[in-house]
Nanobody, 124 residues
């Protein structure tokens, strides 16, 4: 069983940056990949990127590549991060990390373990 807890959300002005974190608890952390997703009010959950077991990023939309970057700490920390730069009002959403074993997937349905989400609000 894996548990995930996100943190780092908040209110930020347009053009600002945030670093979201996702801390995992459970065993065999090295076997999991982590996806970052977001859901804006009234919209479907959207995939941002996946961080594979080596720490490589797989973005789920070309439009997100320049501003969203994922990273993975060493195995002892069991933590991944999502750096978001040049934030825009349309980035306002609840951001989630999610885990599945071994391989990344663009579909949120393929991720079994989810955090509770962290709210990001971009507004002046």
């Amino acid at each position: 069983q894996l548990q995930l807890v996100e943190s780092g959300g908040g209110l930020v002005q347009p053009g600002g940056s945030l670093r979201l974190s996702c801390v995992a608890s459970g065993s065999n952390w090295e076997n999991y990949v982590i996806g970052w997703f977001r859901q804006a009010p009234g919209k479907e959950r959207e995939g941002i990127l996946c961080i594979n077991r080596s720490g490589d990023n797989y973005w789920y939309a070309d439009s997100l590549k320049g501003r969203f970057t994922g990273s993975r700490d060493n195995a002892a920390n069991k933590t991944v991060h999502l750096e978001v730069n040049n934030l825009r009002p349309e980035d306002t959403a609840v951001y989630y990390c999610a885990a599945r074993r071994y391989f990344c997937s663009p579909s949120n349905r393929d991720y079994r373990w989810w955090g509770q989400g962290t709210q990001v609000t971009v507004s002046s």
